[in-house]
């Protein structure tokens, strides 16, 4: 839905370029991994990616959550409602951006660019160094910042804007006002 069926929706119903290098996506927490999920799953629609403090949990380990935990995001049965009882499954299916990102190298896809930013006090830090540094291993085009914060909306509100500052907005031959209106 998000994908597809949005993307298209918004450009039969506003005067939105068609184009790929207008077109973005971007989250924060889950809607973070949903963006780069999205973004990579369908980088023939997306030109760039935002995720600020991406929900990058999408691993083998998932299978090792505990039944109950001091969070309900933190246990098996949250996870299994999003992708299912088979928890090891889902981490080594293209859910895990890791995979993804390998068969799309190997396919020899053109991937979005990428910005990264999290808090250097957010509990999903861990998680998004190790993407980085996935991402520099395989050799990825991306923009990584950890900068002052936590999980909250005083960070994302200030790296939305950073974010929002990167994207080629500013491009005169993408169109009026924000570069995607033609």
Known sequence: FIAQELV??????????PKKEDTFIGGLSMGGY????????????FGAIV?????LMV????????????WFGATKA????VFGPDLKAAGQSECNLKVLINDLLAQQVAL????????????????????HEFL???????????APGSHEWDFWDRHLKRALDWLPLEQASAGINSGNVN
């Open 51 to 55: 995720a600020l403090s991406a929900a």
């Open 59 to 70: 691993d083998e380990s998932l299978a090792d959550l505990p039944e109950q935990a001091e």
């Open 8 to 17: 298209e929706f918004t450009r039969k119903s506003f005067p939105l370029s």
């Open 78 to 81: 949250f996870w299994q409602g």
């Open 136 to 146: 520099d291993q395989k050799q990825v085009a991306h923009v990584f910042k950890v």
């Open 34 to 45: 949903g963006a780069l999920y999205n973004g990579l799953k369908y980088h023939d629609t």
């Open 112 to 131: 979005p660019a990428i910005y990264l930013a999290i808090g250097d006090d957010d509990k999903l830090l861990a998680a998004n160094v190790d993407f």
